[in-house]
Nanobody, 125 residues
Framework: QVQLVESGGGLAQAGGSLRLSCAAS????????MAWFRQAPGKQREFVAA????????YYADSVKGRFTISRDNAKNTVYLQMNNLKPEDTAVYYC??????????????????WGQGTQVTVSS
């Protein structure tokens, strides 16, 4: 069973940047389909970004496209989320998630059977 631990959250001003990290242990990381989701207070969890094992493609929510970049280092068993030009509406708890393989319904969280504990990101205006 894989375990995921997020880090890198914190407080940023609007227009600033943060980089989240998600360290994985357990199951072979390099074959996992990895993603970031977020949940703001009073709102449903929403998809942010995803990256398959081969990193040939990346997937983003429209709300973060052009501002966030997902990447992974399979040698370090770590996936990253670089967040630039942050906006107050990016404030949320960010969760890392892992799936055994890619599926086309990823944006709804389908197939992601392991989740991290979450890391808080707060963006002030």
């Amino acid at each position: 069973q894989v375990q995921l631990v997020e880090s890198g959250g914190g407080l940023a001003q609007a227009g600033g940047s943060l980089r989240l990290s998600c360290a994985a242990s357990g199951r072979t990381f390099s074959t996992l389909f990895m993603a970031w989701f977020r949940q703001a207070p009073g709102k449903q969890r929403e998809f942010v970004a995803a990256i398959p094992w081969n990193t040939y493609y990346t997937y983003y929510a429209d709300s973060v496209k052009g501002r966030f970049t997902i990447s992974r280092d399979n040698a370090k068993n770590t996936v990253y989320l670089q967040m630039n030009n942050l906006k107050p509406e990016d404030t949320a708890v960010y969760y890392c998630a892992a799936a055994r393989s890619f599926n086309s319904d990823y944006a709804r969280g389908t197939g992601f059977d392991v989740w991290g504990q979450g890391t808080q990101v707060t963006v002030s205006s």
